[in-house]
């Protein structure tokens, strides 16, 4: 039989779970946020966390309630350092500390161990970030993404490549996470299928290495017209750098990892106008972009910057949540859970809905360059699953 146990004045007490006190009527809500808030992916990370805690103030100072109840909204944001380990061991530390959903994590390193903590003791998770297939395939019914997965991605960047960049030669190198080289096996996987261009060099890096030029010597001898990289902003902008160090003039086609606000730092002059081309996960089309805007100028006044990437996923994920326990009446993960997996939820992100799998229906992607140093936006894709 499954224990509760919460801290009385004295002591420390455990009652069954089936005498506890009914989460349909607890004051308080507890939602875990998990995400790397240290190590090169920090930024990204931190980004999630500021995305749910300003859903977290927002129902509060909504006075959101729960099965007529006025409830406190709490988070409760741990640091899994990009590391599947720690992020095992952050998603028991979240279980044990009582949270009644994740919104996290950021890698698909760590999102796919912590996913199985997270099952085991029926706790609903949406990832505002992670792209690997294999999170929503495990079976696990608590398993939900609010951005298109690698699928889509490497589809979308291998069409862009040949059909707009006009690429016929092709490099490829990942930093060997389960992030960076799934995406690079499916965009090697959808260049094939496409035809008409050659993959003339494969290359293997780290997701801490800061010297590149040993692979990138040997890319260079195959005159490539685009070099494709599976991995994060802290390692393409010092490849960026030494890219143009070695006159490597290829345009450079990434992931949303590399699709970041601080990408300009990291790479200094070696960015270029139109020389990297990134793919985010995600998008909004002209109807929402107000309410994205919106969005953007109040994280602005709150953190006193621009977001990166991931705070507007984290924000419609902990509403999504939110949404789904009002229309359960319940904070119970095993009541709300069945309205999660059905739910219909307009975030400022899109339309929120998910398919068996725990994927988000009619994932939007957006194609961005950089120009003068700024993320400019190329365009909105839909794709779907299958």
């Avoid at 005498?19 to 808030?37: C, E, F, N, R």
């Avoid at 690698?150 to 190198?173: C, E, H, P, Q």
């Avoid at 005159?223 to 599976?230: M, N, T």
């Avoid at 859970?337 to 739910?343: E, H, R, S, V």
Wanted: aromatic share 8%; glycine share 10%; hydrophobic share 40%.
């Amino acid at each position: 039989m499954r224990l509760i146990c919460f801290a009385t004045l004295f002591s420390l007490a455990c009652v069954p779970a089936v005498h506890a006190q009914s989460y349909a009527t607890q004051s308080q809500v507890k939602i875990g946020s998990a995400s790397p808030l240290s190590g090169p992916s920090a930024h990204q990370g931190k980004d999630i966390e500021n995305g749910a805690r300003l859903a977290i103030d927002d129902l509060n100072a909504q006075g959101a309630t729960i099965g007529g109840k006025k409830v406190k909204w709490v988070l409760q944001a741990e640091d899994d350092g990009s590391d599947p380990k720690l992020g095992t061991a952050v998603a028991q530390k979240l279980v044990d500390g009582g949270v009644v959903a994740v919104v996290g994590h950021l890698n698909s390193g760590t999102t796919v161990p912590a996913s199985k903590i997270y099952n085991s003791a029926g706790i609903p998770q949406i990832s505002p970030a992670a792209t690997t297939p294999l999170y929503t395939h495990q079976g696990y019914k608590t398993a939900f993404r609010i951005v298109a997965n690698d699928d889509l991605v490497g589809r979308v960047l291998a069409g862009y490549a040949i059909n707009t960049l006009k690429a016929k030669k092709i490099a490829i190198i990942d930093d060997r996470t389960a992030f960076g080289q799934g995406l690079a096996d499916q965009f090697a996987k959808d260049v094939k299928r496409l035809k008409g261009a050659e993959i003339v060099s494969r290359q293997f890096t780290n997701d801490r290495a800061t010297d590149f030029n040993a692979i990138l010597t040997q890319i260079r001898a195959h005159k490539p017209d685009v070099i494709f990289y599976g991995g994060m902003d802290a390692t393409a902008g010092p490849m960026l750098k030494q890219m143009q160090a070695l006159g490597i003039a290829a345009k450079f086609v990434s992931g949303d990892g590399v699709c970041s606000e601080k990408l300009p730092q990291l790479a200094g002059s070696a960015l270029g106008d139109d020389k990297v081309v990134c793919v985010v996960a995600g998008g909004v089309d002209a109807p929402l972009e107000a309410g994205l805007a919106a969005f953007a100028d109040r994280y602005k006044k709150r953190y006193g910057m621009g977001f990166q990437t991931y705070a507007p996923y984290a924000y419609d994920a902990t509403m999504t949540f939110a949404a789904a326990m009002r229309a359960a009446g319940s904070s119970d993960p095993a009541t709300f859970l069945p309205a999660l997996a059905k739910i219909k939820y307009q975030g400022i992100t899109g339309t929120i809905a998910f398919d068996a799998n725990g994927d988000l229906r009619d994932a939007a992607l957006t194609l961005y360059t950089y120009r003068k140093g700024l993320l400019t936006k190329l365009r909105v894709v839909r794709e779907s699953v299958n």
